[in-house]
């Protein structure tokens, strides 16, 4: 279904003649107008006010979550780990994975540098949620208005909805903050400069794609086949070898030397099914194995009410699709997590482009069906918003102050600054702030100042004894309980003795 060479706005519709007077470059009567002459006229002012409601609403969401100690992963601790050690200009190295853990040797982010001045402002987890739903709204203006410049009427607010409030997008801001967040408007942007036949422009925003992580140079690749494809061919063979390149060196070179392992940890996904080597052969076989790989093609599709695949854009989520498939480990199949949030924008100016080409279709039921597909995806976005995150904003109990969220307060005030913290999610992102945090079980030997545990946590045996417990992780060390309150509790190092850290004292 994908025509490459065809934007469906350059001939007349049956029955129909261009209008007699008019100058070399006027278009058949019944057209849109060209995307060169509407992107002149289309107001930027209601997406920017829809943007920022976008914006509230994921925010608010997201900090509601953070606020409740309902972080559903370690990732918001690392990555905080990892801004605030640029922040202070320092290497990004990030103590929950690991004592002295580079994260680039676990995924190949540098892009996330850019937040440094932000957290300086202000030195939270809470700054890299907002980053996060700002690159998202600004995701949804740049699809928004695109649509609009290409199809005119009320398709692009439409658009800007049912984008905005996919179930991509929701999963992700549930997810709290990735790096993917920087790839989100810069896929728009790319997607935007295709369709509007701005071919450097398109090259330009997809460089810095390859900083945002390790397996965005193969999307890069795609772009410069798509120049190439296009016509311009220079342009285009560039970027794919750029593309290529990026990739093969990120993974091949500079993570391994970053990694202590020596290696890229992550090809495991792909040759390793638990403990069971998995070859190559059989993960291609397997792709499309299981019901919950079936059911995300469908809804990443559906959510364009099927007319994505009407545009050669949709090949961008090619590369995305084909790791997470190839991947033996199952998060990365289905509708949860953050990882569709980048093809997202993809899919959604692919729908666009793809009405665009449908409207002028000599198949009487396609020109029929382009003319609903934007308000059918907007319906569909709303209806899915039932089952999805957004949701909740709805039920009073997400605004209140549970017996739960007391007590992790209470144990956090227990925790002094600049101490020493082992522990597992639930409080982490809210020390990596300004303490050492360390997982709970990751750094033997380290004998830190604290161990801070949720004992509801879901652990795979229950902590009968939280004391016994930090000291089964710390020999070297002894401990005392501080703090109990609820499901939480605060041990405190006695000997050897704690450093100098107020509010932590030895016998």
């Known amino acids: 279904m994908l025509e490459l060479n065809k934007s469906g706005t350059d001939r007349p519709e049956a029955g129909r003649l261009p209008v007699q007077g008019a100058g070399p470059d006027a278009l058949p009567a019944g057209d849109s107008p060209s995307p ?10 209601p ?159 997809s460089l810095p794609l390859v900083l945002v992580k390790e397996d965005l140079g193969a999307t890069v690749a795609v772009v410069g086949f798509l120049l190439f494809v296009y016509g311009r061919r220079l342009q285009g063979a560039l970027l794919a070898a750029y593309g290529v390149a990026a990739f093969v060196v990120t993974l091949m ?28 052969l059989d993960s291609l076989l397997g792709v499309l194995n299981s019901a919950t790989k079936i059911e995300m093609l469908v809804f990443l599709i559906g959510i364009t009410g099927f007319m994505a695949l009407r545009s050669p854009l949709t090949l961008l989520i090619v590369p995305t699709l084909g790791w997470r498939l190839l991947s033996q480990d199952s998060n990365h199949w289905g509708m949860v997590w953050h990882y569709s949030a980048i093809l997202m924008p993809v899919l959604f100016l692919a729908m666009a482009d793809g009405v665009r080409r449908s409207r002028g279709s000599h198949r009487p039921w396609l020109a029929s069906y382009a003319k609903v597909a934007v308000p059918v995806a907007a319906a569909i976005a709303v209806a899915m918003t039932q089952h999805l995150p957004l949701r909740d904003l709805l039920r009073p109990e997400s605004y209140r102050t549970d017996a739960r969220t007391e007590a992790a ?40 100042d604290i161990v801070a545990l949720n004992l509801d946590f879901g652990w795979s045996q229950p902590i009968e004894d939280p004391v016994a417990y930090a000291q089964q992780l710390h020999p070297e ?5 501080k703090h109990r309150g609820g499901s939480f509790v605060v041990m405190e190092r006695t000997t050897p003795e704690p450093a100098e850290i107020p509010g932590v004292r030895g016998d």
């Open 253 to 280: 070179v500079l993570i391994p030397a970053a990694s202590s392992a020596g290696t890229y940890d992550y090809w495991q996904k792909i040759d390793k099914n638990g403990e069971q080597d998995v070859s190559m």
């Open 477 to 481: 060390a002894r401990y005392r309980l």
């Open 36 to 45: 060169e002459a509407a992107a002149e006229r289309v107001p930027l002012r």
């Open 47 to 205: 997406y920017l006010i829809v943007g920022a409601i976008l914006c509230g609403l994921y925010f608010l969401y997201s900090y509601l979550q953070y606020s409740r100690f309902g972080s559903p992963s370690w990732d918001l601790g690392i990555f905080e780990q990892e801004v605030r050690a640029y922040a202070g200009l320092r290497a990004p190295i990030v103590d929950i994975k690991g004592p002295g853990y580079l994260i680039l040797g676990d995924h190949f982010s540098p892009i996330v540098a850019l937040l440094a001045p932000l957290y300086w402002l202000w030195p939270s987890a809470a700054s890299l949620l907002f980053a996060q739903a700002a690159f998202f709204a600004l995701g949804a203006v740049i699809v928004g208005r695109t649509t609009q410049q290409l199809l005119g009427g009320r398709s692009g607010l439409c658009v800007t909805v049912a984008y905005g409030l996919s179930w991509g997008i929701q999963e992700a801001v549930k997810s709290d903050f990735h790096e993917i967040a920087f790839a989100v408007p810069l896929l728009a942007l790319v997607c935007r400069a295709l369709l509007l036949k701005r071919w450097t422009a398109a090259l330009l925003w």
């Open 409 to 448: 307060r209470e144990a956090l005030k227990a925790i002094p600054a600049g101490a020493r913290v082992e522990t597992d999610i639930t409080l982490m992102a809210h020390l990596t702030s300004d303490r050492t945090v360390y997982w709970i079980g990751g750094a033997p030997g380290t004998a830190p």
